[in-house]
């Protein structure tokens, strides 16, 4: 059906199109890890469409209901214009008019059926990221974190895969709240997440664990390459930020769990933080052992 023809708004028209279009495809689209990482800016984007889909929806109900009332009005001319040797032709004009007006009701049903459903989606997505998304950085919390690793864990029991776990921590962060302030901790903590996002891979995870850690996930990743990977991002944020870091690396195992894993890698991020931190230690479940940063440079 012509929007035109309906005497509705072109830029309302327009407007109702890309709003639905934008909300479908957010909708249907998986839940990635690049799109995990981005879940803050998403939900402002979904915030902001609903509150436009409001408007629209007023503006379009306005429009309909004013082109109501004018093929109404019309109706009612056209009945008081009839007579008896002309009853036929009035009689035909107005069934004209019903053509105009019932698609038009059916329309109006129509957008207001769709304008529901993708309120409730677009209230189910901003439920979604809202629950898994740390407030202050943007990364996943520890609910999206756990599910993150339980995923990782049953494709690993199914497909035979691989990943590793990588856990970090600033140094002396306590000390750099209780000189500077906890805003100018937090600014960190912030510029430190943005630095992870931008560092990995689409299908690795970030987390902000708790605190002053963080936690990063890398799908088919094994030990070896998870421990080069978190010293070379170690030295980054060195050199970037002006800030040192300690991590703990592991690689999952079957019989773990999300508390075992984490454990484990908490344990090799102990090992780097009483060895002088500034460094990155890994753990095979059997032994603890500093990732050397010459290995790791070979490896760029």
């Keep these: 059906m012509d929007l035109w023809n309906l005497q509705i708004p072109a830029p309302v028209a327009l407007a ?81 008019v019903d053509k105009i007006l019932k698609p038009t009701q059916q329309l109006a049903a129509r957008i207001a059926n769709a304008y529901d459903e993708i309120r409730r989606q677009s209230a189910n997505l901003m439920s979604f990221t809202e629950v898994r998304t740390d407030p202050l950085t943007g990364v996943n919390n520890r609910r999206g974190l756990e599910e993150a690793i339980c995923t990782q864990l049953a494709m690993m029991s199914r497909y035979n895969s691989v990943f590793s776990l990588a856990i970090f921590d600033i140094d002396h962060f306590k000390e ?66 002006g800030i040192t870091i300690s991590g703990g690396v592991t690689e999952a195992a079957v019989q773990d769990e999300p508390d075992s894993l984490i454990a484990l890698a908490d344990a090799a991020l102990y090992g780097a933080k009483t060895a002088g931190r500034n460094r990155v230690f890994q753990n095979n479940g059997n032994d603890i052992e500093l990732v050397a940063a010459e290995e790791a440079a070979s490896l760029l």
């Excluded at 981005?38 to 004013?66: F, G, M, P, T, Y």
């Excluded at 709240?177 to 430190?192: A, M, P, S, Y």
């Excluded at 088919?220 to 978190?230: E, P």
Aim: charged content about 30%; some cysteine; proline content about 1%.
């Design 176 to 241: 750099t709240n209780d000189k500077e302030g906890h805003l100018h901790g937090d600014r960190v903590l912030q510029t430190l997440a943005q630095l992870f996002d931008e560092s990995v891979r689409e299908t690795d995870i970030v987390a902000r664990y708790g605190g002053d850690e963080f936690v990063i996930v890398m799908p088919q990743t094994d030990l070896r390459g998870a421990a080069v990977f978190a010293d070379r991002l170690r030295a980054n944020v060195a050199e970037k930020l």
């Design 16 to 96: 109702v199109v890309a709003t639905i279009g934008y909300l479908v495809s957010l909708w249907k689209r998986p839940v990635s890890g690049n799109a995990a990482f981005h879940s803050r800016r998403e939900l402002k984007r979904a915030q902001a469409v609903a509150a436009d889909l409001e408007n629209i929806a007023r503006e379009v109900r306005q429009s309909l209901a004013r082109h109501h009332a004018s093929v109404s009005r019309f109706k009612e001319r056209v009945s008081k214009l009839g007579d008896d040797r002309q009853e036929a032709v009035w009689q035909e004009l107005c069934r004209e």
